[in-house]
Structures are given as C-alpha cells and as structure tokens.
C-alpha cells in the first residue's frame, strides 16, 4: 500500500474491509477472526477512529506480538504486515479454512463491526466450508444392536466386490461408518443411510421420490412412489421405476431383436446416483426427485454446487459435499471414476443421438433434464407437439409450449415462476419458439405484451 492508497482509504473511513486502531489492543484478535470469517479486509493501526492518523512505534516486538495473535486464532490466520508511515497495516485475506475463532468467540465482519457469532451462523459456516460434513456426523438415536439390517450389509459387500471373515462391527469400522465413541458403538449417518432397516425413521432426508406426469409439465401426475430402502436400494428402485416408464423401441437385426430405450441407461444411472452422491442431507425440506415426463426425464436434488467448487469449474472437476458416502459408492458398480460423470451422461447421449443433457443449478438445488428428441440433420428436432402445431421441438421446450398454447398471455416471468426455470433458460426457449415461427409476442413490451402461438386466434 502506497501513502496515496492509505489517504485514500482514510477518506473513505471505516467500513466492511477497514478497520481502524489506535495500538494493537486485545481486541485485535476478533478484528483478525472477523475479517477471516468475512470476505478480509485490512486493519490499520495508528489510525484513531476519525480516520487521523496519530502513528504508532513500530519494531521487530510489535509485529512479532501481531504475528503471534493470528497464529494463536484457531485454525491459526495467515496475515501480511506493511508499514505505510508511521502506520502499520494488517492485510487480512478471506480464509478457505472456516470458521476461525479466538479466546473470546467467533466473529464475523458486517458492515463497519466485528459482530459475534450465533451457534447456528458458525454451525451453517462449518457446512458451508465443508468442514462439517453430514454423512460423517454420528447418528445418537440409531441403536446398533437392533436397528442395522445385515442383508444389506451383504448386499453392499457383494456389490462393491469385498469378501471378509470379521465380525460385523469391525468391517463396518473399517468402512469408516461405524465409531467407537465413549466405549459405545455409534454408526454414522452414511451408515445409517447405507445399512439402517428404516433410514427415514432417522434421516428425513432418506426417501427419493419418482413420479410421472402425463405431458410435459407437472399439471397431470399418473403415477407417484416414496422409496426409502437405504443408498444401494433407492438407486435399483429408481432405475427400476424409470425401466418401467419409460419407451422402448425395438431394432430387427437380422434374427435378433434389439431393444433401445427411450433414454440411454448409462445416462440414466449417473443421474440417479448424482443425485444421491451430492445432495444435501443437511437440508430435509426436499427430496430427491426422479420426474418422468412425456419427452424428457429431470432428476433433481437439494443442494447446489458445493461452495469450494467454481462454476466454470464444473464438469472438469469432483468435489463432493458427502465424502463418506462417495467412498462407499466408489467401490461399487454404479460410481465408475469421480469427477467424470457429466461427461459419461452427455457420451452415453451423443451415442444415441440425442441432445445434451441440461444442467441447471444455484445455491440451493441441481437438476440434470434428459431429453429423448433427436435434433434432426437438417436442423429440425424430431418428434411432435400438441395443439396442432406442426414441426418439433425438444423436451423443456415441448413443455413451455403446451403451456403457452393452453395458457395464453403469460409473460416470461410468469413462465419462468411456473416451471420453476431460470429466465436465461426460458427466454432461449422462447427465442427458439419465435425463431420457427410457432409462437409470437402480442403486444407493447411494457405495457402487458404478451406470448401465444402463432395464428392461433
């Protein structure tokens, strides 16, 4: 920091990443843990609170005193000290290892203030940066004597390959979800939710949900099924359920004859199991969702990106919020590499000639959408849609179209409400729609316009 910054920063005063002191006080140290819990941020000392600067001796002893105060914070706080004048500066950054706390407490920066911590704000940081994870938490109401279901423990043994002769508390050690806590046995919530006779009667974010819907939107549901059956049980019972929902057509080669699904079971599988690999279980106010439609299939689950992955980082790189459960599913036939499942999903789609696959996600929800319409080779999508509209279109927009034709004068946030659909996502539809010429924008775009299939009156 040059002197031209520091009178800069002294003009604007205190604030979210400037704090000022006179000398370095006790309260240095929740300035240092707030500013890390925060987005960081720089403290100034010799610097009064009305931004004169009245110096400060500075020497080996203070910024070894400052030093020592960081590195006394837990986890300790890496800083840089600068000397600008007669002021000492404290470059704070925003740490990737929170929550950090001194002798006093957890604080966190807002606004102008070191603010203390509630309970549930340092509870919602640890889950934020990964640190508190749900499936390695224990289970405190699950009774290992009666409550485990050993089929199933054989039945994931079988599937990941392992053959053992310890009892069945030392394998489940060894697979990290049982823990000998206070000279008890106590089973983690992975285990609960692989191994559990009634995961749900522990974890309300057990169940996984399928339905399926006679058109392509939510208005007509035909049929819906609760599975709660442990990890290895809901992935067979989805992919069964989808099995016997979805079409098959059939090829004559020759004397055989071959069956081809409407999607492609590859695809189908890493859908089901990303769902269930990364989903919060923190947040029980949704399900995983397997949703049938009548040209695409989307299977969504709570939680989002996880906040130590970057967007654009996304379907280069693994990073689960569940690492106990992702271990475990490793070792069996339905996670076959980290990292490359969305790769595998759009593989499995081009081989079989359809679209890619459509991943929407933000901080609370993820959803991949499977669309069973062909883009034809002379750019048209194969594949119908109703109200006598001729040509095609394919999954997400086939459902806002029937939407439109038997809703007209809906506007685009109206559209973007109902389907519960990112605007960009909905206007590139839209734009699809206008661009062949099957629905148009009646009206002034401020004053009530609106969208209705073409002519039709």
């Known amino acids: 920091m040059t002197e031209e910054e520091l009178a800069f920063v002294l003009s604007e005063g205190e604030g979210l990443f400037i704090e000022f002191k006179e000398r370095a006080d006790k309260a240095l140290a929740r300035e240092i843990v707030a500013f890390a819990n925060a987005s960081g941020g720089r403290l100034c000392l010799g610097v009064a609170d009305d931004s004169r600067v009245i110096g400060i001796p500075i020497d080996n002893r203070l910024r070894s005193q400052i030093q020592d105060i960081a590195r006394n914070c837990d986890p300790p706080i890496p800083i840089q000290l600068e000397t600008v004048g007669s002021v000492l500066v404290v470059d704070v950054p925003e740490s990737m290892n929170k929550p950090h706390t001194c002798s006093e407490g957890f604080y966190m920066r807002i606004g102008a203030n070191s603010q203390k911590m509630s309970r549930d704000e340092v509870f919602a940081m640890g889950i934020c940066s990964g640190h508190l994870r749900f499936d390695e938490q224990v289970c405190s109401a699950f009774d290992c004597s009666s409550d485990i279901d050993e089929n199933k423990v054989t039945a994931y043994l079988s599937a990941a390959g392992l053959t053992t002769d310890l009892p069945l508390h030392e394998m489940l050690i060894n697979l990290e979800v049982l823990r000998e806590v206070d000279e008890k046995f106590s089973m983690t919530n992975a285990g609960v939710l692989m191994f559990s006779k009634e995961p749900s009667r522990f974890l309300k974010s057990a169940p996984i949900v399928c339905a399926v819907y006679k058109g392509d939107n939510k208005v007509d549901i035909l049929d819906r099924k609760i599975y709660s059956d442990g990890l290895l049980g809901n992935i067979e019972a989805a992919l069964t359920y989808l099995k016997r929902h979805i079409d098959v057509r059939f090829e004559i080669d ?204």
């Not at 593989?347 to 991949?368: C, M, R, T, V, Y």
């Open 254 to 457: 020759s004397l055989r004859r071959r069956e081809i699904p409407q999607y492609p079971e590859a695809a189908v599988r890493e859908a089901v199991v990303n769902a269930l690999l990364h989903r919060d279980y923190f947040d029980a106010s949704g399900d995983v969702m397997v949703e049938v439609f009548r040209n695409h299939i989307t299977v969504s689950n709570p939680g989002g990106l996880v906040p130590w992955l970057r967007r654009e980082d996304f379907g280069k790189f693994s990073r689960t919020r569940n690492r106990l459960i992702a271990s475990m599913l490793m070792r069996t036939i339905y996670v076959e590499k980290m990292g490359s499942g969305v790769m595998r999903i759009n593989q499995a789609l081009e081989k079989a000639g359809l679209p890619s696959a459509e991943f929407n996600f933000d901080e609370f929800s993820f959803s991949i959408t499977l669309f069973s319409d062909a883009v034809a080779p002379d750019g048209g999508v194969n594949g119908g849609v109703n109200g006598g509209v001729n040509g095609g279109v394919n999954g997400g927009v086939n459902e806002l179209l029937d939407f439109i034709s038997e809703h007209p004068g809906k506007r685009s946030s109206e559209l973007c409400k109902f389907f519960n659909t990112p605007r960009r996502t909905v206007e590139r539809r839209l734009k699809d729609l206008k661009d062949r010429g099957i629905i148009e924008f009646r009206g002034a775009p401020k004053t009530g316009g609106y969208y209705a299939v073409h002519n039709n009156n």
